[in-house]
């Protein structure tokens, strides 16, 4: 499945965004989708992850919990990450991915392009 990720961009510290990812049928044809993030230097890290169907399950990195919230749109092929409270180290291109629910890269298939997340101190 092709994963369109969007919404990425220039923020001051304890700003917000809201990334959203889509997929180009009319589901996301895996169990669960997932945003990593990649900063400058450093390995891709485990953002959020959300169940892509049924009862919701969600789970956070514990350097984003209460400030970002992962959620289902109202059709079944887009999610979105609300992010609040933006910091500097919030800094990274952010990947959707689908696949197997979990936080490690390897159990997902299908991963989006990226977004650039900036926040500015």
């Known amino acids: 499945v092709q994963l369109q990720a969007c919404g990425g961009g220039l923020v001051q510290a304890g700003g917000s965004l809201r990334l959203s990812c889509a997929a180009a049928g009319r589901t996301f044809s895996a169990d669960a989708v997932a945003w990593f993030r990649q900063a400058s230097g450093k390995e891709r890290e485990f953002v959020a992850v959300?169940?892509?169907?049924?009862?919701?399950?969600?789970a956070y990195a514990e350097s984003v919990k209460g400030r970002f919230t992962l959620f289902r749109g109202d059709t079944k092929n887009t999610v979105y990450l609300q992010m609040n409270e933006l910091k500097f180290e919030d800094t990274a291109v952010y990947y959707c991915?689908?696949?197997?629910?979990?936080?490690?890269?390897?159990?997902?298939?299908?991963w989006g392009q990226g977004t650039l997340v900036t926040v500015s101190s």
């Open positions: 959300i169940n892509t169907s049924g009862y919701t399950a969600t």
């Open positions: 991915a689908a696949g197997r629910y979990s936080a490690h890269t390897r159990t997902y298939e299908h």
